[in-house]
């Protein structure tokens, strides 16, 4: 039995995240725009970073100044240098700083081993994990400037990266994908590692199957449905808010004391499933 219940919209506590500056990456869609209103909500300004369809960025900067906080819309490739350099520069001159980073751009090129081309390998590193890389560097930078302020938060600021449970699953014919997942695994501990002693807090959050375009096929027809629902112990696809409440509260100083782990929400899909009856 699977259960259909829409996630609830109204659990985030409004003032969490008061007086934070949060950025978002690839915030105009899926994971993103319901994590960029979750952290509004919760009383963060959020600035939506969009690399295609502005309009879609805008709205979602809209909806955010709605509850009360700032918003706006910055275009950046985050696999790009000098676009993630200026986005970061930007939002320090007109944010005043940078509390949170939500590092969750992301993409696929999916396609058999001998079949994927270099440009399909590059793409999906380039813009999952050297973008990343890119944001946090930048981020980390304003978060050293800046220090404590503690009535603001405990940390100097918090990094969220977006990783999946494909970090840890391996992924027949989406090599680039998992390959760039684990990268981020492993970048992420040791950022954290690297950045603690400065109150930095880095941690990932590994969605496992949600309903966003970027996997519209896994989910759109009865069939894959009933396919992808075998892999979930816990019976339902994920919705963009049980991400979006996941991220609010590590970046949030309910967590301040987890640095460096994984939260995986993922309806236990990655318990094994196939094991439940057998092996
Ligand atoms: P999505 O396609 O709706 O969102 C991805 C966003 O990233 C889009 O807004 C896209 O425009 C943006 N983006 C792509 N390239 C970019 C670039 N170069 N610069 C800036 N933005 C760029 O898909 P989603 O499911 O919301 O994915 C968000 C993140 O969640 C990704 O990192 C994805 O790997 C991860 N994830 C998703 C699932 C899932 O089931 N949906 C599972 C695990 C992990």
Redesign the pocket.
Same mark, same amino acid.
């Given at each position: 039995m699977s259960s259909t219940a829409e996630a609830p919209q109204d659990v985030i506590p409004a003032r969490l995240l008061q007086g934070q500056k949060a950025l978002v990456?690839?915030?105009? =869609?899926?994971?993103?725009k319901a994590t960029a209103l979750g952290l509004g909500r919760a009383g963060a300004d959020v600035v939506v970073?969009?690399?295609?369809?502005r309009e879609a960025a805008e709205e979602v900067a809209e909806q955010i100044a709605s509850f009360g906080v700032r918003s706006a819309a910055y275009e950046?490739?985050?696999?790009k240098e000098e676009q993630v350099v200026a986005m970061t520069d930007r939002m320090v001159e007109e944010f005043g700083t940078i509390d949170i980073l939500v590092a969750?751009?992301?993409?696929q090129r999916d396609a058999r081993f001998t079949e994927m081309t270099l440009a399909q390998w590059q793409k999906v590193l380039d813009?999952?994990l050297t973008?990343q890389f890119l944001c946090a560097r930048e981020a980390t930078k304003e978060f050293r400037r800046r220090g404590v302020v503690p009535k603001v938060s405990r940390s100097a600021g918090k990094i969220v990266c977006? =990783?999946?449970?494909?970090q840890l699953i391996p992924w027949s014919g989406h090599v680039n994908y998992a390959s760039s997942?684990g990268g981020v695994h492993m970048m992420m501990q040791t950022l954290a590692q690297e950045l603690a002693p400065e109150k930095i807090r880095v941690n990932a959050v590994?969605?496992?199957?949600?309903k966003?375009?970027?996997?519209h096929d896994a989910w759109a027809t009865p069939e894959a449905r009933e396919d992808l629902l075998r892999l979930i112990p816990y019976d339902r696809i994920?919705d963009?808010e049980d991400i979006a409440h996941a991220v609010v509260a590590l970046a949030s100083d309910l967590m301040d004391y987890v640095v460096g782990t994984t939260l995986y929400v993922d309806g236990g899909m990655t318990l094994f499933p196939g094991f439940a009856t057998g092996g």
């Amino acid at each position: 039995m699977s259960s259909t219940a829409e996630a609830p919209q109204d659990v985030i506590p409004a003032r969490l995240l008061q007086g934070q500056k949060a950025l978002v990456t690839g915030a105009n =869609s899926g994971i993103g725009k319901a994590t960029a209103l979750g952290l509004g909500r919760a009383g963060a300004d959020v600035v939506v970073n969009y690399v295609a369809h502005r309009e879609a960025a805008e709205e979602v900067a809209e909806q955010i100044a709605s509850f009360g906080v700032r918003s706006a819309a910055y275009e950046a490739d985050v696999s790009k240098e000098e676009q993630v350099v200026a986005m970061t520069d930007r939002m320090v001159e007109e944010f005043g700083t940078i509390d949170i980073l939500v590092a969750n751009a992301g993409l696929q090129r999916d396609a058999r081993f001998t079949e994927m081309t270099l440009a399909q390998w590059q793409k999906v590193l380039d813009v999952n994990l050297t973008g990343q890389f890119l944001c946090a560097r930048e981020a980390t930078k304003e978060f050293r400037r800046r220090g404590v302020v503690p009535k603001v938060s405990r940390s100097a600021g918090k990094i969220v990266c977006m =990783s999946s449970v494909h970090q840890l699953i391996p992924w027949s014919g989406h090599v680039n994908y998992a390959s760039s997942k684990g990268g981020v695994h492993m970048m992420m501990q040791t950022l954290a590692q690297e950045l603690a002693p400065e109150k930095i807090r880095v941690n990932a959050v590994a969605p496992g199957a949600i309903k966003t375009p970027i996997n519209h096929d896994a989910w759109a027809t009865p069939e894959a449905r009933e396919d992808l629902l075998r892999l979930i112990p816990y019976d339902r696809i994920g919705d963009p808010e049980d991400i979006a409440h996941a991220v609010v509260a590590l970046a949030s100083d309910l967590m301040d004391y987890v640095v460096g782990t994984t939260l995986y929400v993922d309806g236990g899909m990655t318990l094994f499933p196939g094991f439940a009856t057998g092996g």
